[in-house]
């Protein structure tokens, strides 16, 4: 399927130092407590790009991750001078390892409009920009990463449409050590860019009704998160660590979805 590449933004691990020079580390603190949520303990933590939820587990033992979201719709009147930018995806590694491999759709704010697309990502590699599809808010999306046979397949089904794209490759050094559902404010020459006012993203088939999302494969175990133990919530802050950015809710009934809501811009 047709791709181009996706110059001007980077996705960034959460928990983890970079290795490229063109972006900061994105910080992630784990805070004094923890929630008893659904009878799982739910560690928070903040990022100053990430916000949704990660799966944290031995290397080698994450196999498959979905999720589904309707594309969230920009809220208020974009900007004219000033680019922002929002990235909803799902994806496996990323949380405590230097590779990522992810699929997504963005809705961001370009040259005073609105502008919704799809991308994946084999990170450290540039993102692609997925030009075989039409993406379109409210377009409820179903996204999967699956390992096999020692490559990554990325697909990304919009089912308002029927169209669909996926992308099939190896991944060197990849540690297959976490699970992610995310919305992000993604990272360019200067840093963490201006996130984009969605309003409140919702993944999982709660939000969506599309079943067997927020689901993972971890250790030959399909489950949706509260299947596993090592379950984090993420809340995107600033950079001083003093404010929030985006705040996930807490997990649905039996873990079958959570929402994300746009709190501020940034930085």
């Keep these: 399927m047709e791709s181009t590449a996706h110059v001007h933004l980077v996705w960034l691990p959460v928990a ?10 994105a910080l992630a603190v784990a805070s004094s ?8 303990s739910v560690t928070n933590i903040s990022s100053t790009n990430w916000a949704g939820f990660a799966v944290s ?3 080698n033992t994450v196999t498959d991750v979905r999720s589904s979201w309707a594309v969230p719709a920009i809220s208020g009147t974009c900007p004219l001078l000033t680019n922002q930018y929002s990235s909803f995806w799902v994806g ?4 405590s390892s230097t590779t990522v491999e992810q699929i997504g759709t963005d809705s961001d704010c370009s040259g005073g409009s609105p502008s919704y697309y799809a991308w994946y990502e084999y990170f450290p590699n540039p993102s692609r920009t997925i030009t075989s599809l039409t993406i379109s808010s ?3 999306i179903y996204a999967e990463v699956n390992y096999t046979g ?3 397949l990325l697909t990304l089904k919009d089912t308002t449409t029927g169209k669909s794209f996926s992308a099939n490759r190896t991944l060197p050094g990849a540690l297959r050590s976490s699970a992610e559902w995310i919305a992000e404010a993604p990272s360019g020459l200067t840093g963490v860019l201006p996130l984009a006012d969605f309003g409140t993203v919702g993944f999982g088939h709660v939000n969506t009704g599309i079943n067997h999302t927020c689901v993972a494969t971890i250790s030959g175990v399909t489950g949706p998160l509260t299947k596993f ?7 995107m802050v600033n950079v001083l660590g003093t404010s929030t950015k985006a705040q996930p809710s807490t997990l649905g009934p039996y873990g079958a979805g959570f929402t994300v809501k746009w709190v501020s811009t940034g930085p």
């Design 92 to 95: 496996i590694d990323g949380y």
């Design 16 to 25: 983890v130092l970079l290795l490229s020079a063109l972006a900061p580390p």
């Design 229 to 235: 133990s090592s379950i984090h919530r993420i809340t």
């Design 57 to 59: 587990s031995a290397k």
């Design 33 to 40: 407590s923890t929630v008893t949520e659904l009878l799982h």
């Design 150 to 152: 020692g490559s990554f």
């Design 138 to 140: 409210g377009d409820k």
